[in-house]
């Protein structure tokens, strides 16, 4: 078990790192991108920076990369395969109120600011309607406001399913690792033609 904790170490450590440099990379790209162009006197401020909502969205895209890799990378150097203690179960429990803030609180939010502020996907626009002929004589129609709700919406169902799904897995992976174990020892002892290995006495 402590072969398995510290080959688990170094590559958690660098995932760490590599997360916390494009978490930076990223919010400050998204920062100075965001900028507006003009200082408050109409002097041109950063001109070799460029701007606009589709940089400032893959600067906050590579910074929300990062960070879910440096939570990845902290989760596999001091929780995955370690015994729960009070310390690391604060770290996990720490660990996933992030997550779950990011997934269900910020990605929603980014979406409806884009959508609403940036893109205008208001009520006035309306993107599909329904012949009157097919529902009776009564005229719908669906807004990119409604388009935006259906989205977020369908969104945080999946991201439910997915969270418990993962959460079910995570509970029996003691019970999965075993499998997989049995299954390669089983391929193990097995040659190519089907037979059972036998060692050779000497």
């Known amino acids: 078990m402590a072969e398995g904790r510290d080959r688990n170490f170094n590559p958690g450590v660098a995932a760490m790192a590599v997360g916390l440099v494009l978490a930076l990379v990223g919010a400050l790209w998204a920062h100075f991108t965001g900028l507006s162009e003009l200082d408050d006197v109409g002097r041109e401020i950063y001109p070799n920076i460029p701007r606009g909502w589709a940089w400032v969205l893959i600067g906050q895209l590579v910074s ?6 440096l939570m990845a990378g902290t989760t596999l150097a001091f929780l995955y395969g370690k015994p729960l203690t009070w310390a690391r ?3 996990g429990a720490l660990l996933f109120t992030a997550l779950m803030i990011i997934l269900f609180g910020v990605i929603p939010n980014e979406w409806l600011t884009y959508t609403q502020a940036v ?7 309306v993107w599909v309607r329904i012949p009157a002929d097919l529902i009776g004589g009564n005229e719908l129609a669906i807004s990119a406001s409604a388009f935006k709700d ?6 945080v ?16 992976r003691d019970e999965i690792q075993a499998k997989m174990e049995k299954r390669r020892a089983e391929k193990k002892s097995v040659s190519t033609y089907g037979r059972p290995l036998q060692k050779a006495e000497r």
């Open 89 to 91: 179960s604060a770290i």
């Open 64 to 69: 929300l990369g990062g960070v879910l890799i």
């Open 150 to 155: 259906i989205i977020v919406g369908t969104y």
């Open 157 to 172: 169902l999946v991201a439910t399913v997915a969270v418990a799904a993962a959460m079910i897995n995570w509970q029996k």
């Open 119 to 125: 893109w205008e996907w208001t009520d006035q626009k």
